[in-house]
């Protein structure tokens, strides 16, 4: 039979009846358990990753201080007091000191979020999501000065469960209580924020029933909603089957956790402030020209064709003695 005539092997055959899979750059996958910042961007997602890491890095250091170098092995830099003959020793020193590197975790890592145009970054202790974000945007909004192109929404997620009702109500519990459930707590506006993404089984007023119920405990405390300007929002972002929780302060004043707006917003306000600097100085000249006193002028035209025309200008008006009009001055 000839080579035309010979059927295609499908893929499987080649990986012994398993289906191929392609590893994505060897990321972590999101899971649950996981703490970190949800970064929406457009195409440009590893441009995005390598600008929210110097972004979380400048903050981090101002919060929580330089991050700590990962340790060298015992042993790294000690060939030259080895014996010669002990070869089998110092292999062994050395791939226990790069395994040793290769394990040593970082306070931020970029995972797989499972969805188009989302970059997730893993935080570790001691960062904590809101408060990092919440310094960083807040910053960003009283300098004005724009340190981002790649990122758009920057949202903290202090907690990542499954997307179903149940493993969202026994994560909420612990989420809400120290917020919401505190002895001697005032009343509290809150909002329910609700993104989803490739999902269509959890509902969106399920879920925001659900969470408005847990934060009152069905009417046991007194909060109550507001939409236009919340004290706290409730975050929940669903990505695939997961679902991105936490709860957030100055959600509208920090423009959504949108960081391309706040830094808008940012310039638009220093824009403001320098137009109303040339109008005050351009006011306070009219006051000078208008305290200038007038001086007393005799203008006298002695031209062969016309009569003789004599003005006088005093402080208040100008009288013409020819044609007998007088004219305020101005």
Not at 145 to 158: A, D, E, G, I, L
């Amino acid at each position: 039979m000839s080579d035309s005539g010979k059927r295609k092997r499908s893929r499987t055959y080649y990986s012994g009846g398993r289906p191929a899979k392609r590893k994505r750059h060897g990321l972590e996958d999101l899971k649950p358990g996981m703490q970190g910042v949800l970064i929406t961007t457009g195409d440009q997602e590893k441009l995005c990753v390598s600008e929210a890491y110097n972004l979380l890095n400048e903050y981090a250091d101002q919060l929580y201080g330089p991050e700590a170098s990962p340790p060298e092995a015992e042993g790294s830099g000690g060939s030259g007091q080895e014996e010669e003959g002990d070869i089998e020793a110092a292999v062994a020193r050395e791939v226990a000191r790069l395994k040793g590197s290769g394990e040593q975790p970082r306070r931020f890592q970029a995972c797989n979020s499972g969805a188009k145009h989302v970059v997730w970054i893993q935080c570790r202790e001691p960062v904590v999501p809101c408060q990092l974000v919440h310094c960083m945007l807040s910053d960003l909004l009283k300098s004005g000065v724009r340190k981002s192109r790649f990122c758009q929404r920057v949202v903290p997620v202090t907690t990542v469960c499954h997307a179903t009702l149940e493993d969202i109500q026994k994560q909420a519990s612990s989420l809400l209580d120290p917020h919401f459930h505190v002895d001697d707590l005032q009343v509290v506006k809150f909002a329910v924020n609700y993104k989803c993404r490739n999902n269509s089984a959890l509902k969106r007023d399920d879920v925001i029933k659900l969470l408005a119920c847990m934060v009152t405990k069905n009417g046991d405390f007194a909060h109550t909603v507001d939409l236009n300007n919340p004290e706290l929002t409730v975050i929940v972002e669903v990505v695939k089957n997961l679902c991105c929780l936490s709860v957030v302060t100055d959600f509208h004043n920090l423009k959504k956790y949108n960081i391309q707006s706040v830094m808008e917003a940012s310039s638009q306000e220093a824009s403001e402030q320098s137009l109303q600097k040339p109008s005050q100085q351009t006011c306070d000249d009219t006051v000078h020209t208008v305290t200038v006193k007038p001086t007393h002028i005799e203008i006298e035209d002695t031209s062969d064709s016309d009569p003789v025309h004599v003005i006088q200008c005093s402080k208040t008006s100008c009288q013409d003695n020819s044609k007998n009009t007088t004219v305020q001055d101005t």
